[in-house]
T-cell receptor, first 111, second 112 residues
Framework: QKEVEQNSGPLSVPEGAIASLNCTYS??????FFWYRQYSGKSPELIMS????GDKEDGRFTAQLNKASQYVSLLIRDSQPSDSATYLC???????????FGKGTMLLVSP | DARVTQTPRHKVTEMGQEVTMRCQPI?????VFWYRQTMMQGLELLAY????????DSGMPKDRFSAEMPDATLATLKIQPSEPRDSAVYFC??????????FGQGTRLTVV
């Protein structure tokens, strides 16, 4: 059973700052990772996926993968109050058919 | 716009009653996932189907939960009999071949 660990938070940052969200995983063989955003009372929404070591940028979001250290990060630049949500990290199973989710980190961006 | 549709959005029922949740996946997606979310456990996979065939339901309590996909546009999750510990948000999600899941709005179930 793959394990995905996230700090539950809340992580509080001021508007305009960089928010850094981290996720560690137990299976050294994991090849890809997914970040979901979940607003309170809403469903998870896929925002980023990363498949190889290094960085992947999409607008204000950057996903960073370090396979040697078994962690993946999500950076949010110029954080906005609308970014306040819970961010879930997810790892595929060995058959690449389903996802195991972390419990999420709550991000609070204050104006 | 393409999205997964779940009904009902909210359900309050008494212990022992049958609960049926329905899901219409995104057109063209061949994979349907059922997840349950609670504060304590987070998001847990209950079951999933690919091309309407059940591939894994090891996350479900077998004695009371059942999942079916009678056709490509409808997936159902049934709980009979329901118990208070089943209270949670149940999400249906769909995808195309891989593990990426696109979630519906969820059914918030309360069993009293």
């Amino acid at each position: 059973q793959k394990e995905v660990e996230q700090n539950s938070g809340p992580l509080s940052v001021p508007e305009g700052a960089i928010a850094s969200l981290n996720c560690t995983y137990s299976d050294r063989g994991s090849q890809s990772f997914f970040w979901y955003r979940q607003y309170s009372g809403k469903s998870p929404e896929l925002i980023m996926s990363i498949y190889s070591n290094g960085d992947k940028e999409d607008g204000r979001f950057t996903a960073q993968l370090n396979k040697a250290s078994q962690y993946v990060s999500l950076l949010i630049r110029d954080s906005q109050p609308s970014d306040s949500a819970t961010y879930l990290c997810a790892v595929p199973n060995s058959g690449y058919s389903t996802l195991t989710f972390g419990k999420g980190t709550m991000l609070l961006v204050s104006p | 716009d393409a999205r997964v549709t779940q009904t009902p959005r909210h359900k309050v029922t008494e212990m022992g009653q049958e609960v049926t949740m329905r899901c219409q996946p995104i057109l063209g997606h061949n994979t349907v996932f059922w997840y349950r979310q609670t504060m304590m456990q987070g998001l847990e996979l209950l079951a999933y189907f690919r091309n309407r065939a059940p591939l894994d339901d090891s996350g479900m309590p077998k004695d009371r939960f059942s999942a079916e996909m009678p056709d490509a546009t409808l997936a159902t999750l049934k709980i009979q009999p329901s118990e208070p510990r089943d209270s949670a948000v149940y999400f249906c999600a769909s995808g195309k071949d891989g593990p990426e899941a696109f979630f519906g709005q969820g059914t918030r179930l309360t069993v009293v």
